[in-house]
Structures are given as C-alpha cells and as structure tokens.
C-alpha cells in the first residue's frame, strides 16, 4: 500500500506501508458477494527517510501509539466491465471513519499451478486507488505546507482459499 502528498507546494513523497493484512472475497459470477476487510499496521510506515516516518507516527499524523492500524472494510462492489469497478466501504485511520470509495483494476485471476506453495494456485491481483482529504481524518497539522489531498494506490494479490 503506498500514498503520495504534495509537499511544500514544490513536490511530491510517497510513503508505504510494508504490512497488509486481511482477506476478499471476489466472485465474478455474483458481485455482490464480494468484499474486503484490510488492516495495514501504522508502525509499517516507512517513506525512506527515517526521521519523518517519526514525525508521521506521532500525535499531529498518524498517532501510530493511540491508533495502531489503518482499516478499510468493503461495503459493496460495483463492476464497471470486467476489470474494473468500484470498491465502496469504510476507511478508519486515526480511529476516525469516513466512506471511502476505491477504483478497482483486475490485473489478473487464474491458475498459477508453475509457481510452488504458498505462491502459486488460483491467484488473483487487483490494484485500487482512490484520494482521501487528510484533514477529515484530524491530520490538521501544517495545513500549508502540506496537500490536504493524499492519493492511495494499493496493490493485492491474493491465493484463493478452500470455502
């Protein structure tokens, strides 16, 4: 999972998080069983300059000590075609909730018999984005020099499991 802000009103970082858990459910034959239930570790930060993935765990950002995972639980899916479609659930960062609606790309599903256990079998990969406002989470701090607006890119590929 990685976000990227404008900084400073000159640029651009893009940060990760290094740990994603979590299941989905995707059927293309009955859309409407299809969900997602993700939690991403806040302590998994890491924007590749150590001293601010601290300033961002801290109390004005992330507050990663009060709250310590990032979640997002699928409400419906709503196909597009047959490689897209929206993604509507609810994001829950900084224990604060809000709607959140992501485009979603199939990259791909199928069976992957070549590649050995766990990496193999019927795999399936999405990539889903979407752009939250920072301050509806109470990420208030620097409202100047940073954008309000982050963009969200999450890359999942998943190993289907027996039901």
């Keep these: 999972m990685q976000f990227t802000i404008g900084h400073a009103g000159v640029g651009r970082f893009t940060g990760v998080f290094k740990r994603v858990t979590g299941s989905y459910t995707f059927d293309p034959a009955n859309p409407a069983k299809d969900k997602a239930d993700i939690v ?70 199928g069976d992957v018999a070549y590649l050995p256990k766990p990496w193999g079998g019927y795999l399936s990969g999405f990539v889903a984005t979407t752009t939250i406002n920072r301050m509806d989470y109470g990420m208030t701090a620097f409202p100047a020099g940073l954008s309000h607006e982050v963009k969200v890119r999450v890359e999942i590929e998943g190993v289907r499991t027996p039901s």
């Design 40 to 109: 991403i570790p806040a302590q998994s930060l890491d924007t590749f300059l150590p001293q601010r993935d601290t300033d961002l765990l801290a109390a004005p950002f992330f507050d990663a000590a009060a709250h310590p995972d990032i979640r997002f639980v699928g409400t419906r899916y709503v196909p597009q075609n047959k490689t897209h479609g929206k993604l509507y659930g609810n994001l829950t960062l900084r224990g604060v909730t809000h709607p959140a609606t992501f485009e979603v790309t199939l990259e791909g599903a």
